[in-house]
T-cell receptor
Framework: GQSLEQPSEVTAVEGAIVQINCTYQTSGFYGLSWYQQHDGGAPTFLSYNGLDGLEETGRFSSFLSRSDSYGYLLLQELQMKDSASYFCAVRYGNKLVFGAGTILRVKS | KAGVTQTPRYLIKTRGQQVTLSCSPISGHRSVSWYQQTPGQGLQFLFEYFSETQRNKGNFPGRFSGRQFSNSRSEMNVSTLELGDSALYLC????????????????FGEGSRLTVL
């Protein structure tokens, strides 16, 4: 089947840097996306990696290594408002498959 | 531009009943997909529609069905509800066309929270 693995929970302090990893199965892989979801809110798109390397968008960066079937989301200068769930998602053909999500808790 | 609208936002049903959830995508978006979200399970893919055609279906029993109308609005139906169907049902729309170098950028609605008693 098509499954993704990411840590269930990560805790960090304000101002710190945190990395959320995601590993996936390779069959039919097209690209890796990241979504953020605050409690009670809708998931919102953060980034996409179709090719190996780093994509940067402000304080957030996302990385992909297709040879390692691995990617990560890097959040810098953490703020309290970054406390949320983060999901990696892989497109297999026409289907987008999500990981179970990582709860990020930012402490002051 | 209005976002993805889902109705109803909250509903309570009893076992054995059926439910229909509605989704209005962002104007111009022709792809609509549905996901079930339960605590600790992430988002489980239900189905995806493009131009009124179901393009993909997830691993859910036949009690879960959906359709898309010519205006891209979509509905999903769950028949013979079970306690385990209690979840947040999320609809997402996209500009992307199946099979054409898509980035996985979906725009989600706030969801319909279904409680089955």
């Amino acid at each position: 089947g098509q499954s993704l693995e990411q840590p269930s929970e990560v805790t960090a302090v304000e101002g710190a840097i945190v990395q959320i990893n995601c590993t996936y199965q390779t069959s039919g892989f097209y690209g890796l996306s990241w979504y953020q979801q605050h409690d009670g809110g809708a998931p919102t798109f953060l980034s996409y990696n179709g090719l190996d390397g780093l994509e940067e968008t402000g304080r957030f960066s996302s990385f992909l290594s297709r040879s390692d079937s691995y990617g990560y989301l890097l959040l810098q200068e953490l703020q309290m408002k970054d406390s949320a769930s983060y999901f990696c998602a892989v497109r297999y053909g026409n289907k987008l498959v999500f990981g179970a999500g990582t709860i990020l808790r930012v402490k002051s | 531009k209005a976002g993805v609208t889902q109705t109803p936002r909250y509903l309570i049903k009893t076992r054995g009943q059926q439910v229909t959830l509605s989704c209005s995508p962002i104007s111009g978006h022709r792809s609509v997909s549905w996901y079930q979200q339960t605590p600790g399970q992430g988002l489980q893919f239900l189905f995806e529609y493009f131009s009124e055609t179901q393009r993909n279906k997830g691993n859910f029993p036949g009690r879960f069905s959906g359709r898309q109308f010519s205006n891209s609005r979509s509905e999903m139906n769950v028949s013979t509800l079970e306690l385990g169907d209690s979840a947040l049902y999320l609809c997402a729309s996209s500009l992307e066309i199946p099979g054409q170098g898509n980035t996985g950028e979906l725009f989600f609605g706030e969801g319909s929270r279904l409680t089955v008693l």
